[in-house]
Nanobody, 127 residues
Framework: QVQLVESGGGAVQAGGSLRLSCAAS????????MGWFRRAPGKIREFVAS????????YYADSVKGRFTISRDIAANMVYLQMNSLRPEDTAVYYC????????????????????WGQGTQVTVSS
């Protein structure tokens, strides 16, 4: 069984930074990409960023472009999300997810196309 476990969430003031981590464990599994999503109170889950597992290419939602950086450590089986210049509207539960499908356009922003999910970590940004 594959497990994804997020960590690094917390409470910060606007303009601050946080670094989220996602540890993959369990049986070895192939993956095309790893992604981060978030769900704010009263809203649907939305795409934040994705990284191609082997090639390292990254894709971001417009709302976080230039502020967030996704990265991965293949040897450690980890994915990270560095979040800078945080805003109150970034407040949400952040989820890590794994996409096993190899695609013509390598990334997908659709949550239902990801195969494995973590439990989430809360990020709260105060003004």
């Amino acid at each position: 069984q594959v497990q994804l476990v997020e960590s690094g969430g917390g409470a910060v003031q606007a303009g601050g930074s946080l670094r989220l981590s996602c540890a993959a464990s369990g049986r070895t599994f192939t993956r095309n990409a790893m992604g981060w999503f978030r769900r704010a109170p009263g809203k649907i889950r939305e795409f934040v960023a994705s990284i191609n597992w082997l090639g390292g290419m990254a894709y971001y939602a417009d709302s976080v472009k230039g502020r967030f950086t996704i990265s991965r450590d293949i040897a450690a089986n980890m994915v990270y999300l560095q979040m800078n210049s945080l805003r109150p509207e970034d407040t949400a539960v952040y989820y890590c997810a794994a996409d096993q499908t190899y695609r013509s356009t390598w990334y997908t922003t659709e949550p239902n196309e990801y195969d494995y999910w973590g439990q989430g970590t809360q990020v709260t940004v105060s003004s």
